[in-house]
Structure formats: C-alpha cells, structure tokens
C-alpha cells in the first residue's frame, strides 16, 4: 500500500458530497463534580458546552482542538454511549435521543465509531476474528458461516490476511490493530463512521497507510466520517472541512483550504503557526499562547478564549461571541475578526 499521504489537488475526480447526513444542535454534556462525605454534587465540568455543526453525505468533517477540548466528549455522545446534557443530534433526520433501546440498537448498525486506543478497545482474552463479529452476533446477522465470511472480507479489505483472524490483539502491532478496529467498524455497513483520534498512536509511516485506507473505504462504500484529531497535517489531508475546537466550544469551522490558507479566530492561527515546514530556511511567524487553558469547571465568561488572546478587549471578557459566517461556508466566534 502508498505510504504517502494523497494530495487532494492530485486527485483523479472531486468527492461526490451529498445534503446534511448528520445535524448536531446545541450539544451539551456537563460531568458532575462530587464532593464531600455524602459525594454530593458540587460543581459541573463544562465538556461540551452548546456545539453545532452538520455533516454532509460523504463528506469528512475534522474536529480539531488541543487536548481536553472536549472533541472525543462530541463524538461519544453524539453515538449515545454518553448520555447528553441537552441538545440533539440527528442522523438521516432522526435525533437519536428520542429513540429507544429497540430503535438505538438499529440505529447503530449505521453509525460506528473507531476508537483512539486500538488494543484497549479488543477483548485480550478473544481472537481479533471474534471480535470483529461481535456487531454481526449482537444484530443477529446471518448464520455463523455467513458471519465469518463478512468478517474474512472486512479482514482483507484493510490489508490483513484470514489467518489473522484467530490470532490474540497482543500479537500485532499498533497499526495491524487500528486496522482490526477499522475492520470491526465496516462489518455492520454503516452509512456514518466517527473515527476517534485513529493515527495518534502511530507513526508517521503508518499514519500514511492508516489514512489513505480511510481515504479508500470512504470512496469504495460512500462512508462519511467525523474525523477528531489534534493533528494539524493529519486533518488538513483528510478533511473537506473542519471545525476548531476550544474549551467546549466551536470557535471556527471552514471549508479546509480555506482554514488553512486564511483562518480568522485568533486561536486558529496560533494553531497553525505551530505545524512543523520542511523547509529549514522558511520563516515561520510563531504565535506563542501566554498562559494555561482554564479549566473547563469555571470557564471564563465571555470569549473562553479571552485570557489568552492579544487581541482581546473589555467586550471579549464580557460578551460571548456567536459563530458568524463571515466568508461563504466560513465561521468564526470572535469579536474582532479581519477579513
């Protein structure tokens, strides 16, 4: 398989992107604090505080943001395996949140997640093959053979052998298991796929491989794909747009080349002035954030962003900004935006 990550201008025909698939609207998920010799509730984490954004039929969103910013809290419970504050997120028109167990369990035959930590996310004490069934057990899908031999595809589809299939997750390696992760995701045919930070604990080789193999599953079965990760390069290969996440909240969401050719939110470039060139003799204007990211159980008011910016002024500290599109598909949250 390529090694080298496709470049997007090189690509042989544009990706056919379809109407909103998946709606988030005003997602909040808060994680109580408790205290005291009772472990009353004292006080809230603010995880998740108010997101919006949709997703387009074959599209892939990035979700992007430093650590802590809520990004994997989004995915989580936009899948229900969190349960949400407030807000709603539909699926092909449907809120999930007004489902019921019956209906949820249908419902995720379309929606799959892959998850951060590959080897925390297989049973050790099971063959990879039965792991990557499990979904089909759990439907009921066929018959036993009939289940296996979806299973020996999905295998081969992401570049592993059928004889891998009684092997022990110990026995690979950290990319073969993202692709056992991948291979469990695909075996239910899901239309939507929130693939959670799949490459962070790989490197850079297989990085590559990881995401041109995303690249192909997603063309070959029109898959759509929220992509959350704290790589800039990685999202900028991969998405065809990103939102930016800060403290709980969308501070930017833009087509990607327009991101990255001319972001607006004064984190965003911060962000941006951070990713490594290959040239040594390229000057890089390095945006240095002064302070630490407050804590998401008292965040500040206004513009969470305010503390840390140069840009900001009296109003930042007291009004939050609203997302605004101040570009054609361009939005920002921020007072003081130049165009």
Known sequence: MDTNLTDKNEENAPKEIGDDFVSVENLVKYFPVRGGVFKRVVDQVQAVDGVSFTVKKGETLGLVGESGCGKTTVGMTMLHLLEPTSGSVKIDGVNIYDLNKRQLKEMRKRAQIIFQDPYASLNPRKPVGDSIMDGLDIHNIGTREERREIMIEMLQKVGMQEYHAHRYPHEFSGGQRQRIGIARALTLKPDFI??????????????????????????????????????????????????VMYLGKIVELAPCDDLYLKPLHYYTQALMSAIPVADPEATIERIILEGEVPTPINPPKGCRFHPRCSAATERCGQEEPPLTEYRPEHWAACWHVKL
């Open 194 to 243: 929130i693939c959670d930070e799949p490459v962070s604990a790989l490197d850079v080789s297989i990085q590559s491989q990881v995401i041109n193999l995303l690249q192909d599953l997603q063309e070959e079965y029109n898959l759509t794909y929220l992509f959350v990760a704290h790589n800039l390069s990685v999202i900028e290969h991969i998405s065809d747009r990103v939102a």
